[in-house]
């Protein structure tokens, strides 16, 4: 597993709060990638144009961290369903890491858009497209919705209005707790590969919802009160490929 996080962003401002802010020890200068501008939240853009631009730089710094590895697992990637960079760039970088690596394990942590809480109208477009490319390549996928996490701050945390510092709280305690068996001794869950084995039932399920636990033994998803159809369950699993 990579120890130092290639951040992927095309908006210029975002690396100047990671080189200066409080967390600035945690990145190596080097593994702050920017553009000159941004996907404009549009998909095929991240994808097609401004991806393919920071997509030989981005593998680039990938592989020299991976060449540092002396036990190289898998990857942990951090996206947005919904933005432009996040869908389109994100896509891109997993298909190529599938042909690069396709051997190791990519486990996704990632935002999911919702109706109430959108700031651009081609959310659902660029959510789909996506969502097509994490069935393909990813092995294990954590979503939080995120009407949810607001949910969450405003009815249990007792935030009227909750800024993007608690929402991102809230996130790292749910990546914190997962990722815990990969940081302390255990015997369960202690590599990237066991992730998939445990918690995927069979091929074509690939995405997790995290669950939250309150003060009471009632526990709460991290899903949106909204109700959603979920597809039937086949019968039988198909046969496991080896």
């Not at 942590?109 to 959310?123: G, N, R």
Request: aromatic share 8%.
């Amino acid at each position: 597993m990579l120890d130092q996080q290639t951040d992927r962003t095309d908006n210029p401002s975002q690396p100047q709060v990671k080189q200066h802010g409080t967390y600035r020890q945690l990145f190596h200068p080097e593994q702050l990638i920017t553009g000159k501008e941004d996907a404009a939240n549009n998909y095929a853009r991240g994808h097609y144009t401004i991806g393919k631009e920071l997509i030989d730089l981005v593998l680039d710094r990938i592989r020299k961290l991976a060449d540092q590895c002396t036990g190289l697992q898998g990857f942990l990637i951090f996206h947005s369903f919904g933005g432009g960079t996040g869908s389109g760039f994100t896509s891109l970088l997993m298909e190529r890491l599938s042909v690069d690596y396709g051997k190791k394990s990519k486990l996704e942590f990632s935002i999911y858009p919702a109706p109430q809480v959108s700031t651009a109208v081609v959310e659902p477009y660029n959510s789909i497209l996506t969502t097509h490319t994490t069935l393909e390549h990813s092995d294990c996928a954590f979503m939080v919705d995120n009407e949810a996490i607001y949910d969450i701050c405003r009815r249990n945390l007792d935030i009227e209005r909750p800024t993007y510092t608690n929402l991102n709280r809230l996130i790292s305690q749910i990546v914190s707790s997962i990722t815990a068996s990969l940081r302390f001794d255990g015997a369960l869950n202690v590599d990237l590969t066991e992730f998939q084995t445990n918690l995927v039932p069979y091929l074509a399920s690939t995405s997790r919802w995290p669950r939250t636990r309150r003060s009471s033994p009632r526990r709460r998803p991290t899903t949106s009160s909204c109700r959603w159809r979920r597809s039937p369950t086949p019968a039988s699993s198909p046969p496991t490929r080896w």
